[in-house]
């Protein structure tokens, strides 16, 4: 039997990682659903935006974690469509976010040989937005370690709309034809193309639903929860969320 990759035990020893093997059946792509900023500041009595603020520090972290874990992907929710319904000062601090996450961390990114990517509809977001991301991702684009992909302005049900109108437009020009259009073709049109399915999709604070994140995508992921507020997630935490992956059978429908 292989070993498996050291997991958080509550006597917190930590074993080290130094054997390929513990790298067996590791998730090549990772999702996560970063949630519970808001009361974690709330419970201490601070404003929204000190959840945030907290959170992309974990951000650093998790995506470090990753890389050192041989993850291929990470991609991590940080705006959904839905998120514009949020007062304007939070919206406002949330899509400075990547700006500053990306002016902070970027050399080391680098350092760590990190990719930077992201799903979503970017055309609407704020110029200083789109410039930050597309200065990262011209810069990290010949790095071929960990994929660090942005859920940005991203909704799923609108990215499945937008790629059905594109089959339209492309049936219509001869493109495609129907008969040819299956899972993988589909699969093409929406942001994710070229990327694997995720094969873990985690999600803190609590709450056990999906929220327009990564429909299609996650159809055969497995679901790792926890209670724990996203600003709150320790790497010993994601380690362990590894590490239940690993133990996992998945059986994609057959048995
Ligand atoms: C959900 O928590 C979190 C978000 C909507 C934003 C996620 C953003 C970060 C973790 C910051 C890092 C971002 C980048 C780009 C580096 P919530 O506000 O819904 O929390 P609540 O449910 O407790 O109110």
């Known amino acids: 039997m292989s070993m498996r990759l050291p997991f958080f035990n509550h006597k917190k020893t930590k074993v080290k990682v130094n054997e390929a093997s513990d790298f067996d059946n590791m998730p090549g792509h990772v999702a996560i659903i970063m949630d519970g900023n808001g009361r974690w500041a709330k419970k201490r009595g601070l404003p929204r935006i000190a959840g945030h603020k907290a959170g992309m520090d974990v951000v650093k972290q998790v995506t470090k974690t990753a890389a050192n874990c041989h993850v291929e992907t990470l991609t991590l929710y940080a705006f959904s469509t839905e998120n514009w319904r949020r007062p304007k000062s939070e919206v406002d601090y949330l899509l400075g976010l990547p700006k500053e996450f990306l002016h902070t961390y970027l050399p080391e990114l680098m350092g760590n040989n ?23 991702k011209e810069k990290t684009k010949d790095n071929d370690g960990l994929l660090l992909n942005f859920a940005l302005n991203y909704g799923s049900r609108f990215e499945i709309i937008q790629a059905i109108r594109q089959i339209v437009t ?86």
Do not use: C
């Open 114 to 136: 990190v990719r930077i990517e992201t799903i979503g509809n970017l055309n609407v977001l704020p110029a200083h937005t789109k410039e930050a991301v597309a200065y990262a």
């Open 170 to 255: 492309d049936v219509d020009n001869s493109r495609v034809t129907l008969d040819k259009l299956d899972e993988d073709v589909f699969s093409e049109y929406l942001y994710t193309t070229g990327l694997s399915d995720p094969d873990l999709l985690i999600r803190t604070s609590g709450e056990q639903r999906l929220s327009n994140f990564l429909l299609w995508q996650s159809a055969y992921s497995e679901f790792w929860f926890t209670d724990v507020l996203w600003p709150d997630f320790t790497e010993d935490m994601f380690r362990q969320a590894l590490h239940d992956y690993q133990q996992r059978k998945r059986r994609y429908g057959g048995i």
